[in-house]
C-alpha cells in the first residue's frame, strides 16, 4: 500500500513569491491534514479535511494561507505571498476517519530567502 | 492551548545502553501517542496508549500511560544505531480521543557504536 504523498519535497524561493504544495493521502483515508514544523519543534495543525470539508482552520493564517481539497482525495496548500518566517516543513497526513491513526508524509521543506 | 513538556531535549547515548525519556502535559489526555521522526521524512507511530496506567511493547521499545492521564513514558532497550532520530510525543487537544494533535518538542537522541 502506497503512503503519503507530497510534492515537491524542496523548494526554495524568495519572500513574496507563491508556493504551493500538493498532496495524495492513503487510497480510502477520508481525514487529511496539514501540519507545520518549525526547526526543532514538533508538528502544528494548520488545517484538517473530513472529505471535501474543512472542519478545523483554526490555525490557518488566512491572510496569506489557503488550503483546498476538492473532491475530497487530494489536496493541495498555498502560500500567497510568502514570508522569511514561512521557511519550515509543511506535512501532510492522513487517517481513516476521524479516529484513525495518522500516516505522515515525508514532507515538502520550503525555504524563503 | 494545551502544551506537552517533553525531557530530556537530547541524549547521547552508547550502543547497547537503555534509553528513557517523558512527556508531561499540565492538563488530562486520554490518547498518549509516541512518533519517531528521521532526518527527511514525517513522524511514524511508535505506539498508542489509550488507557491510564496501560503499559505496551512494541519491539525494545515500551511506554506507559501515566495513572493521572498527564504524563507518558518512553523506553528503549538494547539501544541500537539506527535507533537514531527524534521521538515527539502527542495527543489529541482538548481531551478528546481523535483529530487534531498537540506535539511535544521532541527529544533527540543519539546513539554512538
Known sequence: EAGVVQSPRYKIIEKKQPVAFWCNPISGHNTLYWYRQNLGQGPELLIRYENEEAVDDSQLPKDRFSAERLKGVDSTLKIQPAELGDSAVYLCASSKGLAGEQFFGPGTRLTVL | ???????????????????????????????WLWYKQDPGEGPVLLIALYKAGELTSNGRLTAQFGITRKDSFLNISASIPSDVGIYFCAGPAGGTSYGKLTFGQGTILTVHP
Open chain 2, 1 to 31: 492551548g494545551q502544551q506537552l513538556n517533553q525531557s530530556p531535549q537530547s541524549m547521547f547515548i552508547q550502543e547497547g545502553e537503555d534509553v528513557s525519556m517523558n512527556c508531561t502535559s499540565s492538563s488530562i489526555f486520554n490518547t
